[in-house]
Structure formats: structure tokens, C-alpha cells
């Protein structure tokens, strides 16, 4: 792998995780403060905002990811330079168009759920959320031409200090002012990225006919690709348990949702150069280069995320009361279900960018429309019987069922085969992990446990690692190469790590 497409990957996952990171302990903060039932609405109301925002996106995002850098790769600077001023024209028509829509269905449809918050104004909470919404279409449009541009250097200084500000705001606000004072965090997090989208109003719109026809295609098939995947892989469910089971069954799911999401978004921000990556490939006719770098990056991100994922699932008894209250206990069983099916689900991304990067979009929409059918005949079907339960049952079906989908047609019709070896040798040293974990905190109990199975559960998973030799499967000789191009100061510890996790025998020459 290329040395700026490393750098680009660990820039772009930086500034991700400074604004999951933010995003993860206000909401820990926010639902201590707020409670169930407050919580609820909240979320109810990020729900109705996060959709609408995905709505107003037609496909934006990923045209800007997909054709700035195949137009710079290929030399045509000056499409590239027209495409971004076209699109950024067009979003912020599409930003105003969603505010009315949106403030027309919070204020009607959602009325009883916004009603229903303690202590705040239903109109002060729209109008906080309509105020977050145009601003957050504003910066995610500047923030994707930096992605496109693979400027992630940027990126990772506008999202940390970003991250920040949003940290700061939605403690403060929700202590302050409940509801309108969370939301008020959201509002500030997108403030910075926000004020330079004049940057890209500067920038003339001109757009050959031939490119707007391949554009526009490719932008419609995205966009509805977005919104079938917002909802399949959103929180949906939250409207199916606010209408049968009521606003603190919401909160509980809610903060399980945050338990898993906190692994669920790694592999995005990891992979978060990836399809600017494929896209160039793509451009460049280099298809070979393309399926290795396929396979070497899901693995990688699979011995990350699977025992992430088994290991929290292992400790939500412990984990979810510590960070969220003791108000939240009926969450454990459904954060438990949700990272287990999340571990198999977030393995997908790597299919969906090299589709997304190869103009598969078609199938894409067809994927995910399955799986939004998926999720109203199970939400109607589980939620009002089950409850809790039912929507964490119903997410986790729908949302692996999908990504089975997506990667049997990756195997079968593009003949790029997922390093299965590797995934079941990962997946195995990641479910003994889990298992001394959960038998550790079951068997001693308390937040005193987590000191014991956190250490017990890493050190089975890295032993596991090396009997198994997961890393040769990986990629043959990756040990050999880390220590090569490791900066010589770090080489030491690179090397030592190597000789731990890898067998002398499967290290490569």
C-alpha cells in the first residue's frame, strides 16, 4: 500500500474518531442526564434530523469521493473544479427544500413524540433541530470535497477541533437546558466546516454534458442507495417502539445503539480513504490492485472490529450500567445482540465502497431495498410483541442479512473472494476472547471485573492470534514489510510486536 494511502487512512480515521469519540461520550453524558424517557425524545428527534439530512444528500457525498479523484487522476482538473461547484450550488437548494420538509413533519407527524419532552419548548426543539440540519448539509459538503480531494490533513484538524466543541456544548446544554441545550451540541459541532463552504461557492459551475449524464446517474442510484441504508442500517426502529411500546423503550434503545455504534463506526473511519483509493484505481485501470487491496483491507478491519465487537458484547452487563446508569439495565441484553450482529455487518464496508467505486450502485439499491423491507415486516412483525428485543432482533437480521447479500455478489460476479480463511481464523480467536470475558464477568461481577476480563480477553485473543498465524493469512510477508517501513526510532517496537503475534516460520524473509 501506497505510503500516502496510509497516511490518508490514518488522517481520515483520526478526524472520525475525534467526532465519534465526542459523539459517544456526550450521549453517555447526555442519557445520564436527561434519563430514559428524555433520552427518548431526543433520539427520536436525531433520528427524523439524520434521515432528512440523508434525503437532502442526493448522493453528494459520494460523487464528490468517487469523481474528484478519478477527474484528478485522469488530468481533467478543470471538470473536477466545475463538478464541485455545480454540486455545492445544488446542496445548498437541496438543504433549504429539507429544512421545510423536515419542520413540516416534526411539527405535525412527530408532534406527539416532540411534545413530550419535560421541561422544554416543542418549538424551541425544532427549531434547534432545523438550525442543526442546514448547518450539518453545509459542512458535510465541505468535508467530503476534502475527502475527495484526499486533503485529510485538514479533514483530521477540522473534526477534532469540531469534536471538541460539540463535547463541551452538549454537556453544558443538556445540564442547563435538557433537550434544546443536547441538541444545541450537535449545532456547534458542524459550525466550523459549516462557515467555509463559501469556499466552494467561489468555484464556477461547469459541467460537461457527457459528465453530468454519468454524474447524475451515478448521484440518483447513490442517493437512493443513502436513504435505503440510512434507514436499514439507522435507527428505524425507533419509530416502530415509539409507536407500540412508548419513548423509554426508546431511550433503553437508544443508549444500546450507542454501545454498538462505538464499534459499528470504526470500520468507516478506518477505511475512510478507502474508496477515494478504489476510485483512483478504478480510473487507473488497475483492477488487480484493486481486489488485493479488497481482501488485505477486510481482513485488517475484521481483526479489529470482531473481537471489538464479541469482547463488548461480553461486558455489557458490567459496561452498559457504569456508562450510562443504572436506569439503562434493560439495555444490556439488547446492546448485547446488536454488537454480536455487528460483527459480521460491519465487515461489509469494504464490499460497499468497492462496489460504490466500480459504479454498482444498481445493485446497491436493490441490496438495501431488500433490507428495508426487511426492517418494516420484522419492525411490524417482532417490535409489538417482543418490544426491545423484537427491534434489536429485527437490526440485526436485516442488517447481516444485507451484507451476505452484497458480498455473495462480490464472490460470484466481480470473482473477488473475501480472505475467508482469515475471517474464520479471526472470528474463532475472537469468540475465545469473548468467552473469557463474559466468564469472568459473570462469575466475579462488578465494575472491579472489567480490570480483570479487559486484560484476560486481549491477551487470549493475541495468543490466539499467533497459534492460528492470522497474520501471514492476512497478507504473506506483511511482518517483514511493517518492519521495513517502520520510521527506525519505532522499528524496535514494531519488530518486538511482530515477534509476538507471528511464528519465526511464517514471518517472511
Given at each position: 500500500?501506497?505510503p ?8 481520515g480515521f ?19 442526564l436527561?434519563?430514559?424517557d428524555?433520552l427518548?425524545?431526543?433520539a427520536?428527534?436525531?433520528f ?15 460523487v ?16 473536477a ?6 454540486t455545492?450550488?445544488l446542496?445548498?437548494?437541496?438543504a ?9 413533519y ?47 490533513g ?19 446544554g ?17 459550525l ?10 467561489r ?14 446517474r451515478?448521484?440518483l442510484?447513490s ?21 407500540y ?9 437508544a ?5 454498538a455504534?462505538?464499534?459499528?463506526q ?6 475512510s ?21 479488497y ?6 478491519i475484521?481483526?479489529?472490529i ?7 458484547a ?23 445482540v ?6 459480521i455487518?460491519s ?5 460497499f465502497?468497492?462496489?460504490?467505486s ?18 418494516l ?8 410483541r ?6 434489536a ?28 480463511r ?5 472470528a474463532?480467536a ?17 465494575i ?11 491477551l ?5 492470534i ?7 493469512m ?6 517483514a ?26 514471518r517472511?524473509?
Amino acid at each position: 500500500m501506497p505510503p500516502s494511502f496510509i497516511r490518508n487512512t490514518m488522517l481520515g480515521f483520526g478526524s472520525g474518531a475525534a467526532v465519534a469519540l465526542a459523539g459517544f461520550i456526550g450521549n453517555a453524558i447526555t442519557a445520564r442526564l436527561l434519563g430514559p424517557d428524555d433520552l427518548g425524545v431526543l433520539a427520536y428527534v436525531v433520528f427524523c434530523v439524520t434521515i432528512g439530512s440523508m434525503v437532502a444528500g442526493l448522493g453528494i457525498g459520494i460523487v464528490q469521493q468517487r469523481f474528484i479523484p478519478k477527474l484528478r487522476a485522469a488530468g481533467d482538473d478543470d471538470e473536477a473544479d466545475g463538478l464541485i461547484g455545480a454540486t455545492t450550488r445544488l446542496s445548498i437548494l437541496a438543504a433549504v427544500v429539507g429544512t421545510l420538509l423536515l419542520f413540516a413533519y416534526l411539527y405535525w407527524p412527530g408532534r406527539e413524540a416532540t411534545d413530550a419532552g419535560s421541561e422544554s419548548s416543542r418549538d424551541i426543539v425544532i427549531a434547534v433541530a432545523l438550525i442543526w440540519f442546514i448547518l450539518w448539509r453545509m459542512a458535510e459538503v465541505y468535508q467530503f470535497y476534502l475527502r475527495g480531494e484526499q486533503r485529510f490533513g485538514e479533514l483530521a484538524r477540522l473534526s477534532a477541533v469540531s469534536a471538541l466543541i460539540k463535547l463541551v456544548v452538549i454537556t453544558a446544554g443538556a445540564w442547563f437546558f435538557g433537550i434544546p441545550g443536547a441538541l444545541a451540541g450537535y449545532v456547534a459541532g458542524n459550525l466550523l466546516p459549516a462557515a467555509r463552504i463559501g469556499r466552494l461557492l467561489r468555484i464556477k459551475p461547469k459541467v460537461s454534458p457527457s459528465l453530468r449524464q454519468e454524474v447524475t446517474r451515478f448521484a440518483l442510484t447513490s442517493w437512493a442507495t443513502a436513504v435505503l441504508g440510512g434507514l436499514v442500517f439507522g435507527r428505524t426502529e425507533v419509530l416502530f417502539l415509539e409507536h407500540y411500546t412508548g419513548l423509554e423503550a426508546v431511550g433503553f434503545f437508544a443508549a444500546a445503539v450507542t454501545v454498538a455504534e462505538m464499534a459499528v463506526q470504526l470500520p468507516p473511519l478506518l477505511l475512510s480513504a478507502l474508496l477515494p483509493r478504489f476510485s483512483e484505481q478504478h480510473g487507473l485501470g488497475a483492477r488487480e490492485d484493486m481486489h488485493r487491496l479488497y481482501r488485505t483491507m477486510t481482513a485488517l478491519i475484521a481483526m479489529v472490529i470482531v473481537p471489538l465487537c464479541l469482547g463488548l458484547a461480553a461486558l455489557a452487563p458490567v459496561l452498559v450500567p457504569l456508562l450510562f446508569g443504572s436506569a439503562f439495565e434493560n439495555s444490556v441484553p439488547v446492546a448485547s445482540v446488536l454488537l454480536i450482529a455487528a460483527a459480521i455487518s460491519s465487515l461489509g464496508v469494504t464490499t460497499f465502497y468497492l462496489l460504490q467505486s466500480i459504479g454498482k450502485t444498481g445493485f446497491l439499491l436493490m441490496s438495501n431495498g431488500i433490507g428495508l423491507l426487511g426492517t418494516l415486516a420484522l419492525g411490524f412483525l417482532l417490535v409489538p410483541r417482543f418490544g426491545l428485543m423484537g427491534a434489536a432482533w429485527s437490526r440485526g437480521i436485516v442488517q447481516v442479512t444485507v451484507v451476505l447479500i452484497e458480498t455473495f455478489y462480490v464472490t460470484r460476479r466481480l470473482n473477488v473472494s473475501p480472505p475467508y480463511r482469515a475471517l474464520a481464523a479471526i472470528a474463532l480467536a475472537a469468540v475465545a476472547q469473548a468467552g473469557v470475558a463474559y466468564g469472568i464477568v459473570l462469575g466475579w461481577g462488578g465494575i472491579a471485573s472489567l480490570w480483570i476480563a479487559i486484560p484476560a480477553a486481549v491477551l487470549t485473543f493475541l495468543v490466539a492470534i499467533r497459534l492460528l498465524a492470522v497474520i501471514p493469512m492476512v497478507a504473506p510477508g506483511i511482518p517483514a514489510r511493517l518492519i521495513d517501513r517502520a520510521p527506525s526510532r519505532l522499528r524496535p517496537l514494531v519488530s518486538g510486536l511482530m515477534m509476538l503475534l507471528v511464528p519465526a516460520d511464517r514471518r517472511g524473509p
